[in-house]
């Protein structure tokens, strides 16, 4: 049982990634976050070349954090001058971070190439300028940068920059694979070098350009590395950093090495989606541990085994991260998915009720039209209460009709919908514009709606895809919608499928309005 | 340098994702291109357990494949009966497959708990049912589920199991992670037993449950598999299966492993992006070595490193597995490929003409509109045409309506398109009906053309594909539609894109006329 400490990096490498830009407030959110996970050193940007990073210094030093250090990124000295008169190293400073990390150089192609200068006097400016800051910072950590492929290129070299670190008494020093080409065999024998080398602590900072980046993370772990920098959902430049939502339970759960607090690992989905919704991307399904799919199992035969004993196919309980199990429902399931689907959404239903087969039935042809209930949960709901005779008639439309105009002087068609609503007898008949007719009729329904029925306006809809399923010979092709809707506490996905269009999006978006009148009364 | 055999089951174990249904015309196309890419073997599905499967063996017996095998997957016979009496298995050899691979079990726990049968029954059954058909089938492999938590749980009973399956002499013994949970470090030993225990050719099947397929995968090739069993893209239940998008480069380029064929792996980031577009899913931007950002620099100290020598920054050339380097601020690198395209093409264009900026410079900005021209190259080439003044103006359409209509008694709504075309100074108004507006919109445009140009009779829509695309704060969704034409002698696609679904659907279908008209001419 060792201890290791997690380094985060999302607020300072996570903002190299193609698609993500904090504001400083969004900073100061996100450090809380990670402090009440329990994240040992946050790193909050590189004050020597972005101003936006010295305001979070500041605005940081304003909050109360329980358990993170907060720590501020830099790099060595120019050459040809002090530390003293370098501004880089002044800011890092002036930022009066817990910790400071800087990088140096590790390979001799980037000395020769990138700094132009002498091997010997990079391992100078190593030294000197880590030896600065350590007699004015409380704690320094250094970032060997390249250094894998510098070992590769010249591993004495890369190894004596290592002692010009050490040299220097830093708290630890890290091994960056920092273009993420360094393949997982390859770690033991390069590690023992180190070792035998140098006796500071080791971190591991790795870049995940070949996938590989939560192994060579646990990997040096393994190896002896008592300090992991990554990011929350591996955020960082090209394919991410080493995605920390993956490293911490491994070592957890699999490795037996502490690290967040007791009782602090149930919460990493949480912490995971918080980091999503800020930085506004959409979290990604797969993403293991904490993704939605992570726990979903859509085979028959796999569905009944888990409901005895989930070790059979899952590797750890999902309740440890925050996570839960899921049965998926589709042409590959059986009696034991729609049995475990009901109980999952609270509705009773018996294995010999004659009912479970009739559902069952009903999927089955559902299916061969071209539904399809992943990701349309809540229409699958809706089928179920339907056929047990448990959903009420919130409405009924009774007509429509869309029409989309394009005139000469038009540089975009024009939709508009009318739409005939009855609700317990009385008739609403209304029209709406929008974008496009599916737009249109959807501003309609709900505009039709919503007297009847105020908490309509609290539904958005939040994605909208078309599939058009091939057709046989002769026939016309089948267009299956999924829909995606929202409220201020849940998402639901609906489904409906038609030859026309705009009948297979009216069914989805009735569907997935019906789920949120049934859902609030329930 | 050896020979690494590559087994692909985006048919079967990625159908298992829960965002994934492929048809069979699907599976036939996916196959189709995997064949090109040189991959070994095409898991094809599981013709035991889905009638849909049954099909995807008769439809692949018609096309020619010139380098990969066809494998069906299934599992040992059932207990109390011979191979001979069980379904499953006389499904398999009627589906009459180049190899055939089958499942058995592995782990103590899942044949007590799941089997519900002796130990020993189990080790008689793996072997009989191999025995079986070895004597009936070319190839036969074994995949030994659940085998790491098997050995870890009872590793002499691990080690039986598979010496039953060498005992029938099969072709190779994969070993499978099936729940993901398997970390490399604990590779090495394990590997060892086995090694000592058989001397069957070893493959490995890994889930990527703890975000180390890839890794998984790799170590057990390192320490001797010869076999590699994954899915493009990762596709696959939970987390995913490994990705052969990633496994594929590092055996060829980093481990010395020879796989696919002189030449075929620059073509691995269009295979990733065919079976993205026809499982209708976005590919991910961060995916290793084939996403859009995998090689996309932002900081400005790695740009101008890179300008100098890309080995500072990038692990691989991204050439080699047909991807490049973006530059995020200023991207110049698309002249290059405009230039290629152009050739593809047929079209004469020079590098230093004024147009092919102009044309890149159009490109950019449609893409940051949201177009996309992978999978719609015909309009791709008429935007070359049209920016070199090469395309002919072959109609105009000047008005447009579209009006779906539900009334009470109609089971569905019914569409009605009117439209204005002006063709050399003659003007055709009329109408058509269609199953919805799209359809009905397609419909009307081909009857007012083709008393003009008659060979717009042979124009089939073959497929139509929707996405929207995320919305900037405050302004409305953008959405793609992608459309697939062909005639008796030719497939080709174009995009539309707009707020308004019909505006983007009447953009790609416009163009889908303009190409075959274009391209008769020429």
């Given at each position: 049982m060792g201890n290791i400490l997690?380094?985060?990096?999302?607020?300072?490498?996570?903002t190299q990634a193609e698609d993500i830009s904090f504001q400083v407030e969004d900073k100061v959110r996100i450090a809380k976050r990670l402090d009440e996970l329990g994240i040992d050193y946050i790193e909050g940007g590189w004050p020597g070349s972005n101003p936006k990073d010295i305001t979070f210094f500041q605005a940081i030093k304003k909050e109360t954090?329980?358990?993170?250090?907060?720590?501020?990124?830099?790099?060595?000295?120019?050459?040809?001058?002090?530390?003293?008169?370098?501004?880089?190293?002044?800011?890092?400073?002036?930022?009066?971070?817990?910790?400071v990390t800087i990088f140096g150089k590790t390979w001799d192609f980037h000395v020769r190439e990138a700094l132009r200068i002498s091997l010997e006097e990079n391992l100078e400016l190593i030294n000197d300028s880590l030896v600065y800051l350590k007699e004015r910072v409380g704690e320094v950590i250094y970032d060997a940068e390249h250094f894998f492929d510098g070992y590769k290129s010249n591993p004495e070299y890369a190894l004596q920059s290592l002692q010009a670190a050490a040299a220097a008494d830093v708290d630890c020093i890290v091994l960056c694979d920092t273009n993420g080409g360094t393949l997982p065999h390859e770690f033991p024998v390069i590690m023992a070098a180190v070792q035998k080398a140098i006796s500071t602590p080791l971190g591991i900072h790795a870049h995940n350009d070949?996938?590989?980046?939560?192994?060579?993370?646990?990997?040096?772990?393994?190896?002896?590395?008592?300090?992991?920098?990554?990011?929350?959902?591996?955020?960082?430049?090209?394919?991410g950093n080493a995605d920390l939502c993956s490293i911490i339970p491994a070592l957890n759960l699999k490795m037996g090495k502490e690290c967040l607090g007791a009782g602090r690992l149930a919460t990493l989905r949480s912490a995971s989606r918080y980091i999503y919704e800020l930085a506004n991307l959409t979290p990604n399904k797969h993403q293991p541990y904490v993704g939605n799919s992570a726990f979903a199992h859509k085979g028959?035969?796999?569905?009944?085994?888990?409901?005895?004993?989930?070790?059979?196919?899952?590797?750890?309980?999902?309740?440890?991260?925050?996570?839960?199990?899921?049965?998926?429902?589709?042409?590959?399931s059986g009696r034991a998915n729609i049995l475990a689907k009901a109980e999952e959404c609270g509705i009773e239903l018996d294995s010999k009720d004659p009912v479970t087969l009739e559902i069952l039935e009903d999927i089955k042809d559902m299916e061969n039209q071209g539904f399809q209930f992943e990701g349309a949960e809540a229409s699958f709901e809706l089928l179920m209460l339907k056929s047990m005779g448990k959903l009420k008639q919130y409405f009924s439309v009774t007509a429509f009709r869309v029409i989309d105009t394009l005139r000469e002087s038009d540089k975009a068609p024009v939709s508009e919908a009318t739409i005939r609503v009855k609700v317990g007898g009385k008739v609403e008949h209304t029209a709406a514009d929008g974008n496009g007719p599916v737009n249109a009729l959807d501003f309609a329904m709900r505009k039709a709606l919503v007297n009847f029925y105020p908490q309509i306006a609290d539904v958005k809809l939040l994605d909208y895809k078309v599939r058009v399923l091939p057709a046989n010979q002769g026939t016309d092709s089948v267009i299956r919608v999924l829909v995606e809707s929202g409220d201020h506490d849940q998402r639901w996905g609906t489904v409906g499928v038609s030859t026309n269009v705009i009948d297979a999006s009216y069914q989805a978006l009735a569907d997935a309005l019906i789920y949120k009148l049934y859902k609030d009364n329930h």
């Amino acid at each position: 049982m060792g201890n290791i400490l997690l380094y985060d990096t999302t607020l300072r490498d996570g903002t190299q990634a193609e698609d993500i830009s904090f504001q400083v407030e969004d900073k100061v959110r996100i450090a809380k976050r990670l402090d009440e996970l329990g994240i040992d050193y946050i790193e909050g940007g590189w004050p020597g070349s972005n101003p936006k990073d010295i305001t979070f210094f500041q605005a940081i030093k304003k909050e109360t954090l329980t358990t993170s250090k907060i720590a501020a990124f830099g790099s060595t000295r120019r050459a040809r001058i002090t530390p003293a008169e370098d501004n880089n190293i002044q800011m890092l400073i002036e930022a009066a971070p817990d910790t400071v990390t800087i990088f140096g150089k590790t390979w001799d192609f980037h000395v020769r190439e990138a700094l132009r200068i002498s091997l010997e006097e990079n391992l100078e400016l190593i030294n000197d300028s880590l030896v600065y800051l350590k007699e004015r910072v409380g704690e320094v950590i250094y970032d060997a940068e390249h250094f894998f492929d510098g070992y590769k290129s010249n591993p004495e070299y890369a190894l004596q920059s290592l002692q010009a670190a050490a040299a220097a008494d830093v708290d630890c020093i890290v091994l960056c694979d920092t273009n993420g080409g360094t393949l997982p065999h390859e770690f033991p024998v390069i590690m023992a070098a180190v070792q035998k080398a140098i006796s500071t602590p080791l971190g591991i900072h790795a870049h995940n350009d070949n996938g590989c980046a939560i192994a060579n993370s646990l990997m040096a772990v393994h190896l002896g590395a008592t300090h992991v920098q990554g990011t929350l959902n591996g955020f960082g430049e090209r394919c991410g950093n080493a995605d920390l939502c993956s490293i911490i339970p491994a070592l957890n759960l699999k490795m037996g090495k502490e690290c967040l607090g007791a009782g602090r690992l149930a919460t990493l989905r949480s912490a995971s989606r918080y980091i999503y919704e800020l930085a506004n991307l959409t979290p990604n399904k797969h993403q293991p541990y904490v993704g939605n799919s992570a726990f979903a199992h859509k085979g028959g035969v796999h569905v009944s085994a888990i409901e005895r004993h989930p070790e059979t196919y899952e590797h750890i309980r999902p309740e440890a991260v925050g996570n839960r199990t899921r049965i998926l429902i589709s042409d590959l399931s059986g009696r034991a998915n729609i049995l475990a689907k009901a109980e999952e959404c609270g509705i009773e239903l018996d294995s010999k009720d004659p009912v479970t087969l009739e559902i069952l039935e009903d999927i089955k042809d559902m299916e061969n039209q071209g539904f399809q209930f992943e990701g349309a949960e809540a229409s699958f709901e809706l089928l179920m209460l339907k056929s047990m005779g448990k959903l009420k008639q919130y409405f009924s439309v009774t007509a429509f009709r869309v029409i989309d105009t394009l005139r000469e002087s038009d540089k975009a068609p024009v939709s508009e919908a009318t739409i005939r609503v009855k609700v317990g007898g009385k008739v609403e008949h209304t029209a709406a514009d929008g974008n496009g007719p599916v737009n249109a009729l959807d501003f309609a329904m709900r505009k039709a709606l919503v007297n009847f029925y105020p908490q309509i306006a609290d539904v958005k809809l939040l994605d909208y895809k078309v599939r058009v399923l091939p057709a046989n010979q002769g026939t016309d092709s089948v267009i299956r919608v999924l829909v995606e809707s929202g409220d201020h506490d849940q998402r639901w996905g609906t489904v409906g499928v038609s030859t026309n269009v705009i009948d297979a999006s009216y069914q989805a978006l009735a569907d997935a309005l019906i789920y949120k009148l049934y859902k609030d009364n329930h």
